[in-house]
T-cell receptor, first 112, second 115 residues
Framework: GENVEQHPSTLSVQEGDSAVIKCTYSDSASNYFPWYKQELGKGPQLIIDIRSNVGEKKDQRIAVTLNKTAKHFSLHITETQPEDSAVYFCAASTTGFQKLVFGTGTRLLVSP | DTAVSQTPKYLVTQMGNDKSIKCEQNLGHDTMYWYKQDSKKFLKIMFSYNNKELIINETVPNRFSPKSPDKAHLNLHINSLELGDSAVYFC????????FGYGYTFGSGTRLTVV
């Protein structure tokens, strides 16, 4: 089955810096790659996703890139703000009755 | 508000008891899920229902029994609770299509503590 690895497990940056979180997946049939943000005491919230027919997607300060050949995808956050502090999860799934398989999470801390 | 809502938010119970968690979504999604998040924040799927039909059943002890009375509701009943069942349980929902996957919408979670 699918296995998703995520790095780093913790990431500390200064406000205004960029943050990059990287994931690798194992199943070449995976074609959907969402990213979730989980704040303390809340459920994961979808922040951006990318499909395998696209190499890059951007939404304001966040962007995701996908390298299908290497089975890598990454989340890029620019101009980080303290409210970006949270746990971020990558995930991967295939078509049909999908089962999202999550990475192990990255705790991002943005210091003012 | 359109959302996935689950109750209760907190559940503290003794070992050996039986408890239920309820979930409802008003997003018109056709698929619902239960995920377990352990103390290290790892999210693992337990069950998935599509239009009331069980389609994913991971290696979960038989003490866990999901039920979906309709496609907007998915409940989780747990028998003979054990200390190791302590975790946060998340309900989620999504569309399911024949093309690419779809994002999930998660509920706010039920923190289960078994003492």
């Amino acid at each position: 089955g699918e296995n998703v690895e995520q790095h780093p497990s913790t990431l500390s940056v200064q406000e205004g810096d960029s943050a990059v979180i990287k994931c690798t997946y194992s199943d070449s049939a995976s074609n959907y790659f969402p990213w979730y943000k989980q704040e303390l005491g809340k459920g994961p919230q979808l922040i951006i996703d990318i499909r395998s027919n696209v190499g890059e997607k951007k939404d304001q300060r966040i962007a995701v890139t996908l390298n299908k050949t290497a089975k890598h995808f990454s989340l890029h956050i620019t101009e980080t703000q303290p409210e970006d502090s949270a746990v971020y999860f990558c995930a991967a799934s295939t078509t049909g009755f999908q089962k999202l398989v999550f990475g192990t999470g990255t705790r991002l801390l943005v210091s003012p | 508000d359109t959302a996935v809502s689950q109750t209760p938010k907190y559940l503290v119970t003794q070992m050996g008891n039986d408890k239920s968690i309820k979930c409802e979504q008003n997003l018109g999604h056709d698929t619902m899920y239960w995920y377990k998040q352990d103390s290290k924040k790892f999210l693992k799927i337990m069950f998935s229902y599509n239009n009331k039909e069980l389609i994913i059943n991971e290696t979960v002890p038989n003490r866990f029994s999901p039920k979906s009375p309709d496609k907007a509701h998915l409940n989780l009943h747990i028998n003979s609770l054990e200390l190791g069942d302590s975790a946060v349980y998340f309900c989620a929902s999504s569309f399911t299509g024949t093309g690419f996957g779809y994002g999930y919408t998660f509920g706010s979670g039920t923190r289960l503590t078994v003492v």
